[in-house]
């Protein structure tokens, strides 16, 4: 349970990241709301890396070139995740680009990101 809670406060963490480079890249960059979203996915999902490692799972003692490898992987899974729910609310069903980005993370933080990091990016801290 202290893990799943951490993992949360480091998903709000990077949550917080991704947005604020979101609305700042849209609203003040004026760059295209598809484009400041996956951009705030990439500020995230490197602040969501870092907290598991050094803070969530407490593995710094692995590899973190098989530890990036590993979230790399799952990452990718992600961005291609949000990039498409992104498009898929913001383009076919005009819903404002925060709106969007809310229901996609929150789609994608409980149905893929949680799982994947605990059983495989960082599965050797799972042992202690």
Excluded: E
Excluded at 30 to 43: H, N, R, Y
């Amino acid at each position: 349970m202290k893990t799943f809670i951490k993992v949360n406060a480091a998903s709000l963490s990077a949550s917080c990241c991704d947005y604020l480079v979101t609305i700042i890249l849209v609203n003040f960059i004026k760059i295209d709301p598809l484009a400041g979203g996956i951009s705030g996915t990439v500020a995230g999902g490197i602040v969501s890396f870092l907290m598991g490692r050094y803070w969530v799972f407490k593995d710094n003692k692995a590899a973190i070139s098989l530890q990036g490898k590993r979230y790399l992987i799952v990452w990718v899974g992600n961005l291609m995740l949000n990039s498409f729910l992104l498009y898929f609310f913001i383009k076919i069903f005009k819903i404002q680009y925060l709106i969007a980005k809310i229901i996609t993370s929150i789609l994608v933080a409980m149905l893929y990101n949680y799982h994947l990091q605990k059983r495989y990016v960082f599965k050797t801290s799972n042992k202690k």
